[in-house]
């Protein structure tokens, strides 16, 4: 009888694990991270790396627009609290180089133009700074980074199943 019993409650148990949650609220950590999580939003992160057709194709329109929709169905989901991509810094270098102008916030709309954007963007940064972290080598394939909030694993899992297709 007690067999049974344990087999018709085992089949109830459901994983989802939140280590953070393991900790009192007195311990350090627990304290970092919720700390963390009410002004950043998020501790955990989920990195994508989407790649282009080819060398050098990350300057593709279609590709960075394809990017864009991307993050842009990313941060509407509500266990998103930040995404960042190197999207968002084509659309600002776009913006800066019309006068700050906020009509022209969006990408460049040609392959030439984001590549010149892209090459202004890297020797403007300071030594030992550049864009590995984000951009693989050969130009074909970028990260987005994705900060999400503290969640359990069935949440989390959900989240990046869903981001897959």
Not at 61 to 80: I, M, S, T
Not at 123 to 142: A, C, E, F, H, Y
Not at 158 to 163: F, H, I, P, T, Y
Request: neutral net charge.
């Amino acid at each position: 009888m007690l067999v049974l019993i344990g087999a018709a409650l085992a089949s109830r148990n459901v994983l989802n694990d939140n280590c953070i949650q393991y900790f009192s609220y007195n311990i350090p950590v627990r304290v970092a991270t919720d700390l963390l999580e009410r002004r950043i939003g998020g501790s955990d992160f989920i990195e994508y790396s989407l790649p282009a057709k080819g060398p050098g194709a990350i300057a593709d329109p279609e590709y960075l627009q394809r990017l864009e929709q991307f993050a842009q169905w990313l941060r509407q989901q509500q266990e998103v609290a930040h995404v960042y991509t190197v999207s968002d810094i084509f659309k600002r270098l776009n913006r800066n180089m019309h006068n700050d102008d906020d009509a022209w916030y969006r990408l460049p709309e040609s392959r030439e133009l984001a590549a010149q954007y892209l090459l202004l963007y890297e020797m403007s940064l300071p030594l030992g700074l550049d864009l590995n972290n984000q951009i693989n080598v050969d130009k074909s394939s970028t990260r987005i980074i994705v900060t999400v909030k503290n969640l359990g694993t069935r949440v989390f899992r959900g989240l990046d199943q869903r981001a897959q297709q």
